[in-house]
Nanobody, 125 residues
Framework: QVQLVESGGGSVQAGGSLRLSCVVS????????LGWFRQAPSKEREGVAT???????SYADSVQGRFTVSHDNTENTLYLQMNNLQPEDSAVYYC???????????????????WGQGTPVTVSS
């Protein structure tokens, strides 16, 4: 059974940093696309960043240069380092898995078949 479990969310002041983690279990194939998404109240879920099994990454324009996505193969963990956080970054952050495929540009959100439960991030001004 594939499971994704996020952690690392919290409350920070503007300009602060957080690192989110997503432990992926139950998936052992070598090809995948992993993504970070976020959803603020009354807004649609949006893509933040992706990590491809080939090592390539992509970012939403709104986080480019501030967020960094990475993956630890030995621990099957996806990370999102978030620096210079701003109030508009406040949202519930989710990780998701698109199994058996590399990422596309962009990867449709409906392609991600497995999701974590989300971890909240609140940034105060």
């Amino acid at each position: 059974q594939v499971q994704l479990v996020e952690s690392g969310g919290g409350s920070v002041q503007a300009g602060g940093s957080l690192r989110l983690s997503c432990v992926v279990s139950g998936y052992t194939y070598s090809t995948y696309c992993l993504g970070w998404f976020r959803q603020a109240p009354s807004k649609e879920r949006e893509g933040v960043a992706t990590f491809d099994s080939d090592g390539s990454t992509s970012y939403a324009d709104s986080v480019q240069g501030r967020f960094t996505v990475s993956h630890d193969n030995t621990e099957n963990t996806l990370y999102l380092q978030m620096n210079n956080l701003q109030p508009e970054d406040s949202a519930v952050y989710y990780c998701a898995l698109y199994p058996g495929s590399n990422c596309y540009t962009p990867t449709p959100i409906e392609s991600f078949g497995y999701w974590g439960q989300g971890t909240p991030v609140t940034v105060s001004s």
